[in-house]
């Protein structure tokens, strides 16, 4: 992680990996395609979000072979208790407060696994999330502000852009309602 408890992209690989094993038992070969393609809908083809490696997984101890006895290929990989405790630090990291396509990916991937936490845990994330998309919409304020006289088409992209934030913030709000 970065020092501000953010995933690094590597990180959001494993948030996924993880993820979607905590969800069911898969196939090395489905996973691998199962990653490959949430993360490249939602950020493009990205070899530097694409480098982790399956087998580093296992070699960590974060997922196994379900059933030792079954050949290696067709062998159903389940997520470990290691496995289970590193989702959990993953899934409750910091978001990033740019809005880069990493932290797009993290949000994401925050609401595909978010049900996976409890509820306390399920509110804090939407309290980080909804925080997040304030802090956003207050720096785009902020500029707006500061440009607010000049020509050109800028003001009209910053308004189009507020108006986003505006409508992420209600949604978040409601949906935080939803979960109480």
Request: proline share 2%; charged share 25%; hydrophobic share 40%.
């Amino acid at each position: 992680m970065f020092a501000d408890n953010t995933l690094t992209p590597k990180e959001t690989v494993r948030l996924c990996a993880l993820g979607t094993l905590a969800l069911g038992t898969s196939r090395y070969d489905v996973l691998a395609n199962s990653i490959r393609h949430f993360i490249s809908h939602i950020t493009g083809p990205s070899l530097d979000v694409m480098g982790i490696s399956i087998e580093l997984l296992k070699h960590e101890g974060l997922i196994e072979i379900s059933d030792k006895s079954s050949i290696e290929e067709d062998a159903e990989l389940i997520i470990t208790e290691s496995g289970r405790i590193e989702l959990k630090a993953l899934l409750t990291a910091n978001v990033r407060p740019a809005a880069t396509e990493i932290s797009k990916l993290v949000v994401a991937l925050k609401f595909r696994f978010l049900h996976l936490l409890d509820s306390t845990e399920q509110s804090i994330q939407t309290e980080l999330l909804i925080e997040m998309t304030e802090n956003e919409l207050a720096r785009l304020d902020d500029l707006h502000q500061h440009h607010a006289n000049e020509e050109g088409y800028l003001v009209g992209w910053l308004n189009h852009d507020i108006s986003l934030l505006e409508e992420r913030l209600s949604w978040l709000e409601d949906f935080k309602k939803c979960l109480s």
